[in-house]
């Protein structure tokens, strides 16, 4: 079996001939493990089973002064975190959109090097990447109090923003599907380290609908759903797999179960994530970089599991902790690297 | 007493019209306005914390419920200038520096504000110089540290260190709060408290006030 078959029978609840992998790192924590594995390619060095397309976050126009400026029109600020930036401003003041405009979701950037990638990475399984997907991307143009409130508000705005935001999501899955695309990867943080930021009734009245139409197109279409949504967000799990989720990512450890949910769900449901990025990678020992991972790879032996941090690796964690990990989901038994 | 628990009610609900004009009604009944801010907006606002803590409230009923109680405060605040009535205690808050993120500190500012607190927010990307400046010139009861990520989670045991070598230390409390913190880690680095979530921050904080 290839990556992409691996990950396949990952998805359809079977059992894999090994734990697939696919791990994400920050700028920083990147630059370290290129130091590291070069003159090795780093894609090469980190054998993920998972192929990144199209562009999570988007196209960015440089502002000078460290700041640039998303085809939103949003402004971030990336003087300290350089990965994502945080937004300044506020492109939407008001609750309106009488006088905004959305950009072109079928801008060629989003589309260009999926060719390539695809041949260059035929092995590994293709996701069309779709970051701030509905919640974030509203509050990245309103301000994220602005629209906590707006819900309370506003609740027409809001409604009519994230319409207009699945509309130009769908419009973009819609051109990825010209190509050999298996998944689409949404991104949108709901939770907070203990709940939903907006609680289940707003995230049922607001976001639900959209999301059920967003992961009807992809599915109608035969492609897989993927969302990452950080925090504490395990209680709508049932309302995502009803409307066809089929892979939870981050599955942080410091805010969930991971091991009853696994128990949970296997076979319903695919968690890609859970090695802790709060606690264990910046803060624990190799040995204890080591435990969890073992003990993760024991758990996901039956399918229904993709190892990865919980999140990109951040640059506090030292390399001897991300060479941890590495080594050992590389070295399992029945996986060989080609 | 019906129109302070109109008044609660009104706050509780997110109503700011409601609660501006409760409050107006109180003042012109002549009830005193330290009674208003306690068993009003105070009372109010321990209860939008209570509905939080038990996962009946969220952040969008928080924000609603502080913006009218913000709103009360304003039309309050000269009668209480005017009877010397005082705030219970200073806190100076921020985000530590290299942490640009606000939505968690302004929780907590807000709750603490409505725990009858004068709170002085110092912003984001905060260094322990902006700190120390701080306590000097405000000469607050607490200071707040808020993180979100474990890279500037560090910037907190610098404060704590930074007071300690102004000789500041014994002035004013430390809290500090933010997804990755811990109890553990506060007792690490020698802070006084942690707070999981902005109501649990008010709470402690005028628990704290009360000795």
């Not at chain 1, 380290?193 to 035969?222: C, D, N, T």
């Not at chain 1, 060479?323 to 060989?336: H, T």
Request: charged share 25%.
């Amino acid at each position: 079996m290839n990556k992409r078959e691996v990950i396949r029978a990952v998805l359809a609840g079977q059992t894999p001939p090994y734990v697939p992998w696919s791990c994400g790192f920050t700028q920083e924590a990147r630059t370290k493990l290129e130091e590291h594995f070069k003159p090795l390619d780093i894609e090469e060095a980190l054998q993920n089973h998972i192929l990144k397309l199209g562009s999570d976050i988007g196209f960015f126009t440089d502002l000078g002064n460290n700041h640039v400026q998303d085809v939103f029109g949003v402004d971030w600020d990336r003087s300290i975190d350089k990965d994502i930036g945080n937004v300044t401003g506020c492109v939407l003041p008001e609750p309106t959109l009488q006088h905004y405009f959305f950009p072109d979701p079928l801008d060629r950037r989003f589309f260009a090097e999926i060719p390539d990638r695809i041949a260059r990475y035929r092995d590994r399984f293709r996701v069309f990447q779709i970051g701030f997907s509905l919640y974030e991307r509203a509050w990245t143009l309103r301000g994220l109090q602005n629209l906590l409130m707006d819900f309370y508000d506003h609740p027409d705005f809001v409604h009519s923003l994230f319409e207009l935001i699945a509309d130009y999501n769908i419009a973009q899955i819609q051109e990825a599907m010209n190509y050999e695309i298996d998944a689409v990867y949404f991104g949108d943080d709901w939770g907070q380290q203990r709940g939903l930021q907006m609680g289940p009734r707003l995230w049922h009245e607001f976001i639900y609908p959209e999301l059920k139409r967003m992961y009807s197109f992809v599915h109608a279409a035969g492609k897989i759903v993927f969302i990452h949504s950080c925090g504490d967000v395990d209680e709508v799990f049932e309302d995502l797999i009803g409307i066809g989720l089929n892979c939870f990512n981050p599955f942080q450890p410091e805010v969930m179960n991971v091991e009853s949910l696994m128990e949970h769900y296997r076979g319903r449901l695919t968690f890609h994530g859970g090695l802790s990025t709060q606690r264990t990678l910046p803060f624990g020992t190799v040995e204890d970089v080591r435990t969890e991972t073992k003990r993760l790879l024991k758990m996901g032996a039956q399918g229904s599991y993709i190892f990865a941090p919980a999140h990109d690796v951040e640059g506090d964690v030292p390399l001897e902790n991300m060479l941890a990990f590495i080594e050992l989901v590389q070295n399992q038994p029945g996986y060989r690297d080609p | 007493m019906i129109l302070l628990d109109d008044l609660r009610k009104s706050v509780i609900d997110g109503d700011m019209n409601a609660t501006q004009d409760q409050v107006h009604k109180a003042l012109a009944e002549n009830i005193p306005p330290e009674k208003i801010l306690a068993d009003g907006l105070i009372s109010a606002m321990s209860e939008v914390g209570r509905m939080f803590e038990n996962g009946e409230f969220y952040v969008p009923e928080m924000l609603i419920s502080a913006r009218a109680m913000k709103g009360g405060l304003a039309i309050l605040r000269p009668q209480l200038a005017a009877a010397n009535i005082k705030a219970i205690g200073k806190v100076a808050i921020g985000t530590v520096q290299g942490d640009l993120h606000d939505i968690g500190k302004n929780l907590v500012g807000m709750m603490l504000e409505g725990a009858g607190f004068e709170v002085i927010d110092l912003g984001v990307d905060v260094s322990s110089e902006k700190y120390i400046s701080a306590v000097m010139e405000h000469h607050p009861d607490l200071i707040g540290l808020s993180a979100l990520l474990t890279t500037t989670m560090p910037r907190m045991k610098d404060i704590v260190l930074a007071l300690k070598a102004a000789g500041l230390r014994d002035k004013v409390k430390v809290m500090i709060g933010g997804a990755p913190l811990t109890q553990q880690y506060a007792t690490d680095i020698g802070a006084d408290i942690y707070a999981p979530d902005a109501p649990s921050a008010a709470q402690c904080a005028r628990q704290l006030m009360q000795g």
